[in-house]
């Protein structure tokens, strides 16, 4: 299958998924949801695909975030529907039975940040930076950052971090265990690889058990809490911000390029 916002490409049982948008930092628009999610089903249907990673497209990024031109104008429940859309395709890249590994080649900012966490575990490399910059634009994560960014670095660091919009490099993100590797620039699709190729001789069933029992331990999606969990909580939350004052300064500063101001409105 072909995408308009994705290159991908199957090669011995691992399918890589790169987001191609370079020129705007691989940003997380809905074309990129809807193509993200349609991968996501491909490597859940197809046969021939074991394992796969997803990647950023050129040098800088992996992804700095949601596409925040998309935010001006959306009311309440449109922002409680774009957060409840990047939770769902993100629980469904967290509970494929199909390893799913995130490279990350530079910013994992906000939804990028919550896209690499939401993959079974993560390299990057040396120049990556991540963080959940929200706050900056007077708003919180929506795509499950309160949640697994917790789950990952602990409830101090989390907090601090969402707090102060602060980024980290990759020695503090592997000092922190949100990543497992850090390499080179040239040899992450590589090192990513060669990981990918010790599960892929694992028995495959035993793997996909791995993955719904670790899942078990940290995930506490609706289907099992009857919709009362953090991630529900996170969504109302990112829609409360999303219809302030602040919210509305905070993006169109951004947009503007120049510093916010907020009121508290
Ligand atoms: N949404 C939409 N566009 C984005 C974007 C995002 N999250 N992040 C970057 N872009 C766009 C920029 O607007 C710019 O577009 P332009 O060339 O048409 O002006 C282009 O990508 C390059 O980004 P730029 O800001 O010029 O690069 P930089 O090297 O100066 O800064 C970042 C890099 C990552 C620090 C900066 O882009 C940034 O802060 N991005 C937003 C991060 C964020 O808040 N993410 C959370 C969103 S909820």
């Given at each position: 299958?072909?995408?308009?916002?994705?290159?991908?490409?199957?090669?011995?049982?691992?399918?890589?998924?790169?987001?191609n948008r370079p020129d705007?930092l691989n940003?997380?628009?809905?074309?990129?949801?809807?193509?993200?999610?349609?991968?996501?089903?491909?490597?859940?249907?197809?046969?021939?695909?074991?394992?796969?990673?997803?990647?950023?497209a050129g040098?800088?990024a992996?992804?700095?975030?949601?596409?925040?031109?998309?935010?001006?104008?959306?009311?309440?429940?449109?922002?409680?529907?774009?957060?409840?859309?990047?939770?769902?395709?993100?629980?469904?890249?967290?509970?494929?039975?199909?390893?799913?590994?995130?490279?990350?080649?530079?910013?994992?900012?906000?939804?990028?940040?919550?896209?690499?966490?939401?993959?079974?575990?993560?390299?990057?490399?040396?120049?990556?930076?991540?963080?959940?910059?929200?706050?900056?634009?007077?708003?919180?994560?929506?795509?499950?950052?309160?949640?697994?960014?917790?789950?990952?670095?602990?409830?101090?660091?989390?907090?601090?971090?969402?707090?102060?919009?602060?980024?980290?490099?990759?020695?503090?993100?592997?000092?922190?265990?949100?990543?497992?590797?850090?390499?080179?620039?040239?040899?992450?699709?590589?090192?990513?690889?060669?990981?990918?190729?010790?599960?892929?001789?694992?028995?495959?069933?035993?793997?996909?058990?791995?993955?719904?029992?670790?899942?078990?331990?940290?995930?506490?999606?609706?289907?099992?809490?009857?919709?009362?969990?953090?991630?529900?909580?996170?969504?109302?939350?990112?829609?409360?911000?999303?219809?302030?004052?602040?919210?509305?300064?905070?993006?169109?500063?951004?947009?503007?390029?120049?510093?916010?101001?907020?009121?508290?409105?």
């Amino acid at each position: 299958m072909s995408y308009q916002t994705l290159l991908t490409h199957l090669d011995n049982g691992i399918f890589t998924i790169t987001i191609n948008r370079p020129d705007k930092l691989n940003a997380l628009n809905k074309q990129v949801f809807t193509d993200l999610d349609a991968a996501v089903d491909e490597v859940y249907n197809n046969a021939d695909i074991k394992t796969a990673i997803i990647t950023g497209a050129g040098p800088k990024a992996f992804v700095a975030g949601a596409d925040i031109t998309e935010f001006t104008g959306l009311n309440k429940d449109e922002a409680m529907a774009l957060a409840k859309r990047g939770q769902d395709v993100f629980f469904k890249i967290e509970n494929s039975k199909k390893p799913i590994i995130a490279a990350v080649n530079g910013f994992a900012l906000g939804g990028g940040c919550e896209l690499a966490m939401a993959c079974h575990f993560r390299l990057c490399s040396e120049n990556a930076k991540f963080g959940q910059p929200e706050v900056n634009l007077g708003l919180i994560p929506g795509y499950g950052g309160t949640q697994r960014l917790t789950q990952l670095v602990g409830k101090a660091k989390s907090m601090e971090l969402q707090m102060t919009a602060h980024l980290i490099d990759a020695t503090e993100a592997l000092q922190s265990g949100l990543v497992n590797h850090v390499t080179t620039a040239e040899t992450l699709l590589e090192r990513t690889k060669d990981i990918l190729n010790i599960i892929m001789s694992k028995a495959p069933i035993a793997i996909s058990k791995i993955i719904e029992c670790i899942n078990i331990a940290v995930v506490s999606d609706s289907s099992f809490t009857n919709g009362k969990n953090g991630y529900d909580k996170e969504i109302q939350a990112f829609a409360d911000c999303f219809i302030t004052e602040d919210m509305k300064e905070g993006t169109a500063a951004f947009l503007e390029k120049r510093k916010a101001n907020f009121t508290g409105k």
